[in-house]
């Protein structure tokens, strides 16, 4: 483990942020069978878990940044994306107040907070984390999740923008083609973030 690594996620000003870890997602509901595939062969969701799990041991805050939509779709700009246009001819997807939106129960906990959005596929824009992160003095985020295609890049650059540390366990994401979110990895959440593994900030926060 780099010793740098325990400084920079230190609890007291860390916090971890799990992107759309969610039945509809990942789960058991999955709209994203390949998505959930290679989480299954790489072992994202253990490896997710076992970082939470210490996460909360060591009093570091987890928010759960999770997506709806209303069955009427207020809040939500349904049109300005071709990926968006393709989800939402089903008007059952991630449908508030469904099992669907529920974090996967093993990694989530009553004492997690909730960072929902209703719009884009980023945590920070058009929600209020930036200012639940700063009231908790954090100062570095931890991102896991999904997906390596754009939640977890956007996640990473919108943080940098707004001035905080940024830490990738890099067996705790993914992304689809399995070699893409690699190369995303490699290429793109490099020049943003410290890339570590699930272990390595187990014994950090030990």
Known sequence: MPLELAALAAPGHTAVLVMEMQRGVVGDLARFPD???ICADRGVVPAAARVLAAARA??????????????????????????????????????EGTPVTEVLPELRSPDDLENRRFHGFTPFTGTTLDQVLRSLGVTTVVGLGVSLNLAI?????????LGYRVVVPTDAVAGI??????????HSVALLATRTTADDLVKAWA
């Open 35 to 37: 998505l959930r595939a």
């Open 58 to 95: 060591a009093g570091v805050p987890v928010v759960q940044c999770t997506a709806a939509f209303r069955a009427d779709r207020a809040g939500s700009h349904t049109g300005n994306t071709p990926f968006l246009r393709g989800l939402l001819r089903d008007p059952g997807h991630m449908l």
């Open 153 to 161: 890049p956007g996640l990473c650059s919108e943080a940098v923008a």
């Open 177 to 186: 083609p399995a070699e893409y979110g690699d190369a995303v990895l490699a």
